[in-house]
């Protein structure tokens, strides 16, 4: 069974700086893209970063968050993180992870998309 967990999150001020991480566990064949979802109160879930599984790891960012956040794999396999600086307080919600994900065991019939349960992120000032 696969799984995602972020980690991190929290409360920061704003033009301050923060990270929040993923980890994929469980049997996983291969992941095919990764990325950062974000839901603020009262407003749909938005896509804030994707990046690609492969040697280029192609990455692609909101506008909102251009110049601002970075996207990257972590050290140890299957994870990545998400750094997060000059944080405005309309970057405040609640954060998921995602991955496109092949468990060990299917075909590529099998592929599926995950999602972690969420970590907060609050921006005040």
């Known amino acids: 069974q696969v799984r995602l967990a972020e980690s991190g999150g929290g409360l920061a001020l704003a033009g301050g700086s923060m990270r929040v991480s993923c980890a994929a566990s469980?049997?996983?064949?291969?992941?095919?893209?990764m990325g950062w979802y974000r839901q603020a109160p009262g407003k749909q879930r938005e896509m804030v970063a994707l990046?690609?599984?492969?040697?280029?790891?192609?990455?692609t960012y909101t506008e909102s968050v251009q110049g601002r956040f970075s996207m990257s794999k972590g050290d140890a396999k299957n994870t990545w993180n998400l750094q997060m600086n000059a944080l405005k307080p309309e970057d405040t919600a609640v954060y998921f992870c995602?991955?496109?994900?092949?468990?060990?065991?299917?075909?590529?019939w099998g592929r599926g998309d995950y999602w972690g349960q969420g970590t907060q992120v609050t921006v005040t000032g």
């Open positions: 469980g049997t996983i064949f291969s992941i095919f893209r």
């Open positions: 995602h991955a496109h994900i092949q468990p060990s065991g299917t075909t590529d």
């Open positions: 990046m690609t599984n492969d040697l280029a790891g192609t990455t």
